[in-house]
């Protein structure tokens, strides 16, 4: 199994109920397909770098997952056929990349090693 980060940006018209119901529909689709969901993180609403189909916000979402390779096909036809997905990117995460997400999660200062003499 393999960790992922999946960013998607859905279309900023959606009520606060399908929003949820959006990050609902992915999450349950990676456990459906022997994935693992390790962290979702809705950032909301945010101001896009530039337009996309004359948006200029956009909803974001951050989902992390450790799931088998051959989910992120299944995953990408989902969100391509979903006309709410503006754009998504899923990421292929290295263990340094897992370590620093978890010690962000949890406070620690990822750059702040304690040694002691």
Same mark, same amino acid.
């Given at each position: 199994m393999m +960790?992922? @980060?999946l960013m998607v940006i859905f279309t900023p018209v959606l009520s606060e109920d399908e929003y949820k119901a959006a /990050? *609902? *529909?992915f999450a349950d689709l990676v456990k459906e397909n022997g994935g693992n969901v390790t962290h979702e993180n809705p950032w909301g609403l945010r101001s896009l770098a530039y337009p996309i189909r004359k948006k200029t916000t956009g909803m974001y979402l951050v989902l992390e997952y450790s799931a088998p390779s051959d989910l992120n096909e299944k995953l990408k036809? /989902?969100? +391509?056929r979903d006309e709410n997905v503006l754009r998504h990117m899923i990421t292929a995460l290295d263990k340094h990349a897992v370590e620093y997400n978890n010690r962000k999660r949890h406070g620690v +200062?990822? @750059?702040s090693k304690t040694t002691e003499a």
């Open positions: +960790n992922y @980060e /990050q *609902k *529909k036809i /989902q969100l +391509n +200062n990822a @750059e």
